[in-house]
């Protein structure tokens, strides 16, 4: 198995538990604060791992500066694998957490090689479609990479001084001057909130996909390495799963036949969810005399990550491995469940365009 994360892939991870060995990613279990955590994603194991959440919570208890970052990539409209980071950034303010958002409209351009005016267009859209999926706007503070400031650039810079290509190579794979200028400007996006002139220090967490691990360690490395001359302290962090497409590989926007979009409409939505990838048996007989297989199945994903509660979560896999239901079915109930949850959201995203002025709560960078 090809154990190497590397955030710019869409590979999916197989066997999370080896994350916990040879990454030293530490499992969610052994954190405390049950009362906090109560939501899904975390009590289905969904977030699974994490970096320092303790000393987060710890913080965040105490009463001290917390605040949750996290960015996103503007290319194409989001879909439910980045819903599922506005669904994380919902719940951490919901427990008294402020959240930063960063819009890597510098590394869509350099390394997704995106045209420049399609990066902003798409980051106005990520900023009203996370606001529609109810991260609140008071409580948020959303930029733009390209429209910083300098002080922010020359972190980058002086980042760059104390790192090697071969300790780079390491982390990430191959590199190309692209990929290089986009890891230390995550880096900046990570560590800069630690900074006097961007409000003093604050404990950071970061929510993430697993896939994004390469970058935490990274800052947390430079954070160690600049401890002294800038004060930084090691960035938290936590790892969800990696939404699975309709296919079984990790959904993305660049195999957009297998990933739902939050735009997408009723006929879309049922084309993809009935060619999905199930853990049906070959034929009907078959499932009804052995049942099926939701542990292989692209729909129960769906329903486990976004769509039911636990006694329907329960309900379901019981039905579908004693082969009460069958995959037809399964699916027809599947996209009504969906259909309503776009449905809702296109409503709030309508809501979000007619009503807010997005240039008052962020800085859109010039061209
Ligand atoms: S019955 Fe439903 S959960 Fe079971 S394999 Fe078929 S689609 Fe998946």
Redesign the pocket.
Same mark, same amino acid.
């Given at each position: 198995m090809d154990i190497r994360i590397d955030p710019w892939d869409y590979k999916i991870i197989q066997e999370y538990d080896k994350l916990f060995t040879v990454f030293g990613i530490q499992s969610i279990d052994s954190i405390p604060y049950k009362d906090l955590l109560k939501h899904h994603f975390f009590t289905r194991r969904i977030v699974f791992g994490h970096r320092d959440f303790d000393k987060w919570l710890n913080a965040l208890r105490r009463g001290d500066k917390v605040i949750v970052l996290t960015g996103f990539m503007p290319s194409g409209v989001p879909h439910l694998g980045t819903a599922m980071v506005f669904e994380e950034l919902k719940f951490f303010q919901e427990i008294g957490a402020s959240v930063k958002i960063v819009i890597a409209d510098a590394e869509a351009y350099a390394v997704r090689r995106e045209d420049r005016g399609s990066t902003i267009k798409h980051g106005i859209e990520f900023i009203k479609h996370a606001i529609a999926w109810g991260i609140d706007p008071n409580k948020s503070e959303f930029y733009f990479q390209t429209a910083m400031k300098e002080s922010y650039y020359r972190l980058i810079q002086m980042f760059s001084r104390k790192v090697t290509a071969a300790e780079m190579e390491a982390i990430y794979g191959d590199l190309t001057p692209a990929k290089i200028m986009a890891a230390l400007t995550q880096v900046a996006d990570i560590l800069h909130p630690q900074l006097e002139e961007f409000g003093g220090y604050k404990h950071v967490l970061v929510p993430v996909g697993v896939d994004q691990d390469p970058h935490l360690r990274f800052a947390r490395d430079i954070a160690d390495r600049f401890s002294e001359e800038l004060g930084f302290e090691r960035p938290s962090s936590t790892y969800h799963k990696l939404l699975r497409g309709l296919d079984g590989n990790k959904m993305s926007k660049s195999r957009p036949d297998y990933a739902i979009f939050l735009n997408d409409d009723e006929n879309v939505v049922r084309k993809k969810v009935m060619m @999905?990838l /199930?853990? #049906?048996r070959a034929t009907a007989e078959e499932?009804r005399r052995l049942g #099926? $297989?939701?542990w &292989? =199945?692209? %729909?129960?994903e769906l329903?486990v990550y976004f769509m039911l509660n636990d006694e329907d979560v329960r309900k %379901? /896999?019981e $039905? =579908?491995?004693t082969g009460r %239901?069958? =995959?037809g $079915? =399964? &699916?027809r109930i @599947?996209v009504e469940l969906l259909v309503g949850k776009l449905k809702e959201h296109k409503k709030k995203y309508e809501e979000v365009e007619r009503t807010f002025n997005i240039e008052k709560i962020v800085k859109i960078p010039a061209f």
């Open positions: @999905a /199930t853990g #049906g499932q #099926g $297989e939701p &292989k =199945c692209m %729909i129960h329903y %379901i /896999t $039905e =579908c491995v %239901i069958l =995959c $079915e =399964c &699916k @599947a």
